[in-house]
């Protein structure tokens, strides 16, 4: 068996196990009748929040394209849900590369470029996700969760380091890729890496704006999430649940399974522990894996669209490649 495949594999034994782990002991007949007896007005507007934070997402990413490029509002809001159908199947949001090949056929630039866009738009995402975290656990009262403030404010301190000095940046992106790409597509990457960042400190304004937008999104993420907590009657104040959501989600980012399936769900048990019995902290779990379903298919007729137009242009170019005879 190939490595690649071995490893998709390992991840999905890891989470198949995890979530087995987790959930064994819990009465999945209590889980369904939270479900059915949640508070509606509570629950219709946690669903309600898909729509903004959705909307504002494709508006931070067509931000943070380079404004010569056209690219509309609805192009970068339909890629943002293609790229989460791809996010359903593999590990840490590795569909959201899937906006690399848009850009790069759509904006005619080089992969390079996408790619430095990307790991942008993620880089602002942990940000916001880890201050999010960073107030909320500020809120907390147990002993455990303040241990979490030191790793929680060290790892936001580390990527604003990394974004305001190009040196530290394009020494960790020659540590990290060279293993993976050429000596050439490296350069390529770091020079567009180093251009991207060189556009974004000389607009500090624009750079706070879509700093401003990333927190907005975040804490709407995280408010839906407490607004369904609230909807089966979990007491947790919303900086509380904003700390604390914070961290799981952090957690189900690591690349141990794909989707965050398990690693996720044992965080939130852990940490909603004082707050929720086990029945209701497993109705969470599934709730923020019933999230990521729905926005995945939701992407499905996007994500098959540029799939299509990307063939289609695979084809255009094998076209002009092949020389004419008589």
């Known amino acids: 068996m190939k490595p690649k495949k071995l490893k998709y594999l390992i991840s999905i034994v890891i989470g198949v196990t995890l979530f087995a782990y987790v959930y064994h002991t819990v009465d999945f007949s209590n889980v369904i009748t939270l479900f059915q007896s949640a508070k509606p007005n509570y629950l219709v507007l946690s669903l309600f929040l898909f729509i903004p934070t959705t909307i504002l997402t494709g508006y931070r990413f067509q931000l943070i394209i380079p404004s010569d490029k056209d690219v509309s509002l609805w192009d970068c809001i339909r890629l943002f849900l293609a790229a989460c159908s791809l996010n359903l199947v593999l590990p840490s949001k590795a569909g959201d590369l899937s906006k690399v090949f848009f850009i790069n056929q759509h904006c005619n630039t080089p992969k390079s470029l996408?790619?430095?866009l990307v790991i942008f738009e993620r880089a602002m995402d942990?940000?916001?996700l880890l201050f999010c975290g960073l107030i909320g656990l500020t809120f907390c009262n147990t002993q455990k969760q303040l241990l979490l403030i030191p790793i929680i404010a060290s790892s936001l301190l580390i990527i604003i380091l990394f974004f305001l000095s190009k040196k530290l940046l394009s020494k960790f992106i020659q540590t990290i890729l060279s293993r993976f790409i050429s000596d050439k597509n490296l350069n390529s990457f770091q020079e567009s890496i180093s251009e991207l960042q060189d556009q974004l400190l000389a607009t500090p304004y624009r750079t706070a704006y879509i700093a401003t937008l990333s927190l907005l999104v975040w804490a709407m993420h995280l408010m839906q999430i407490w607004l369904f907590c609230c909807s089966i009657g979990i007491q947790v104040s919303p900086f509380q649940g904003m700390g604390l959501t914070s961290v799981a989600i952090l957690v189900g980012l690591l690349p141990l399974t794909f989707a965050g399936l398990g690693t996720r769900d044992a965080a939130l048990f852990f940490l909603y522990k004082p707050?929720?019995?086990?029945?209701?902290?497993?109705?969470?779990?599934?709730?923020?894996?019933l999230r990521y379903v729905v926005m995945g298919i939701a992407g499905v007729p996007f994500f098959g669209h540029y799939i299509i137009n990307y063939k289609k242009n695979l084809g255009e170019q094998s076209k002009t490649e092949?020389?004419?005879t008589k």
């Open 322 to 324: 092949v020389p004419m």
């Open 126 to 128: 942990l940000a916001a």
């Open 275 to 289: 707050f929720a019995s086990i029945d209701q902290a497993a109705t969470i779990g599934l709730f923020c894996s």
């Open 114 to 116: 996408g790619f430095g």
